[in-house]
């Protein structure tokens, strides 16, 4: 029985990852910075570590109460909306120690096992925001093009110990607490002259063309997981999908 770790999995793609994984027959490693087993299955299984990614200690626990396993997902990250004229760089940092360097510790932490045993995943969760330009989120798009150069360079790195690391891109996922999650760092950072057009944006959103289920990256995720391929990136929802056609 192969075993997957998956961060960030309090809510969103991260919970529907885990439980897909664990549909699958699974063992399945659900770390969040707070543990709630209320919304997943209830399993010898199933087990949920707590783990902060910007904390080396947090990071060192969690592996050594998870034991070996097979595959690491990077799903856990921050979201921010906003113009960035406005957004203090300490933002930006916040930003980029979770969705950059909190990857980047997470996957160095693992690599030592997987290069021993000649084998192993690392599927990193990014987002269409990669494949085409869009506005007010220019501090969230910087930090996920870094974890899709830094994904591209390392699966070559890899590719002599027979471990393999992928790319999953969402599409746009209005019932995640993306927004919610992130409402208190995006205080003040639509200053006035910025309304008219945000507003505009906003609205944009609300009548997407197309959108992004959470069962949409959990299957891309487990795709990305399974493929012995050298494919390197897997959009996920249909909206990420005919953006990467486009790409």
């Not at 997957?4 to 994984?21: D, M, N, P, Q, W």
């Not at 997902?73 to 930003?95: D, H, K, Q, S, Y």
Request: with cysteine.
């Amino acid at each position: 029985m192969k075993t997957v770790l998956i961060t960030g999995c309090s809510s969103g793609y991260g919970l529907e990852t885990a439980r897909h994984f664990h549909a699958q027959g699974w063992s399945v490693v659900a770390t969040m910075r707070t543990p709630r087993e209320d919304t997943l299955p209830r399993s010898d299984r199933m087990h949920v570590v707590a783990l902060d990614v910007t904390k080396p200690e947090s990071i060192t626990a969690a592996l050594e109460a998870s034991g070996p396993i097979d595959v690491l997902v990077n799903n856990a990250g921050i979201g921010l909306m906003g113009a960035f004229e406005a957004t203090p760089m300490a933002t930006v940092r916040e930003v980029f120690e979770t969705n950059v360097f909190g990857v980047m510790a997470m996957t160095q932490a693992v690599l030592p096992q997987f290069r021993a045993r000649k084998s192993g995943v690392v599927v990193n969760v990014t987002s269409s925001a990669t494949l085409a330009p869009m506005p007010l989120v220019a501090v969230y798009t910087a930090s996920k093009v870094a974890i899709e150069g830094f994904t591209a360079s390392l699966a070559f790195e890899l590719e002599a110990f027979n471990v393999r690391v992928k790319l999953v891109e969402p599409g746009y996922g209005p019932s995640t607490r993306f927004t919610s999650n992130g409402s208190a760092r995006m205080e003040g950072l639509f200053p006035e002259a910025y309304a008219p057009f945000a507003q505009r944006i906003f609205a944009s959103f609300g009548q997407p063309a197309a959108v992004t289920r959470e069962s949409d990256v959990a299957e891309g995720v487990w795709l990305a997981a399974n493929d012995t391929s050298a494919k390197l990136r897997y959009p996920a929802g249909p909206d990420a999908v005919a953006l990467a056609r486009l790409a």
